[in-house]
C-alpha cells in the first residue's frame, strides 16, 4: 500500500495507481505506477481483478468518465520506497491483508474502497465490473464475470 497525500485531502493509505500515459495501455500503466509509487518492478498483471466505472463532475482536472483497472501481480523486485514524480506518495509499505482491508475500509471514497474491499475479500469473483450511474451516493450495479 501507500500513503498519500492529494492536494486539499488528509493522507490515506490505498493501493498503488494512477492514470494511464497518452498512448499507454493499462498493463504499461500499472508497471510504471507501481514502480514510481513503490520502487518495486512488475513484470506486468497475471489477472484482472476488478474494473468500476464512474463519472466524476464538479472537480475541475477530474471531470469525466473514468475506467478503473484494478489488477493481481505477482513477484515484484527491487527495494520498497516511493519514486513518485508527483510527490503525492509519502510512504510505501508491505501491509498484513486485515490492516490492508481496515485502511481501505477507512478511505472517504465508496468508488475506491467497495470494489477492492468486495474483490479481496472473496465476495464478488475476479473480473467483476462495477457501475455507478446513480453517482457516488447511489447504489452501484455490480456485474458479474463470466464464470465458466
Excluded: Y
Excluded at 2 to 24: D, S, Y
Excluded at 53 to 75: I, L, M, N, Y
Excluded at 108 to 128: D, H, Q, V
Aim: hydrophobic fraction near 40%; charged fraction near 20%.
Amino acid at each position: 500500500m501507500v500513503r498519500e497525500r492529494l492536494p486539499g485531502e488528509p493522507e490515506q493509505w490505498v493501493l498503488p495507481g494512477g492514470v494511464a500515459e497518452p498512448g499507454e495501455l493499462v498493463h504499461q500503466a500499472l508497471v510504471r505506477e507501481v514502480h514510481e509509487e513503490t520502487g518495486l518492478f512488475l513484470a506486468g498483471p497475471t489477472s484482472l481483478a476488478c474494473v468500476s466505472q464512474h463519472v466524476v463532475t464538479g472537480d475541475p482536472g477530474w471531470d469525466g468518465t473514468w475506467s478503473v483497472f484494478t489488477f493481481r501481480a505477482e513477484g515484484p523486485t527491487g527495494t520498497l520506497g516511493p519514486l513518485d514524480p508527483d510527490e503525492l506518495v509519502l510512504e510505501a509499505a508491505w501491509v498484513p491483508i486485515a490492516d490492508a482491508m481496515a485502511r481501505l475500509a477507512a478511505h472517504p471514497s465508496r468508488r475506491r474502497k467497495e470494489p477492492l474491499l468486495s474483490c479481496l475479500n472473496g465476495t464478488s469473483p475476479p473480473g467483476t465490473l462495477w457501475l455507478w450511474p446513480g453517482g457516488p451516493e447511489g447504489p452501484p450495479v455490480v456485474v458479474p464475470a463470466f464464470a465458466h
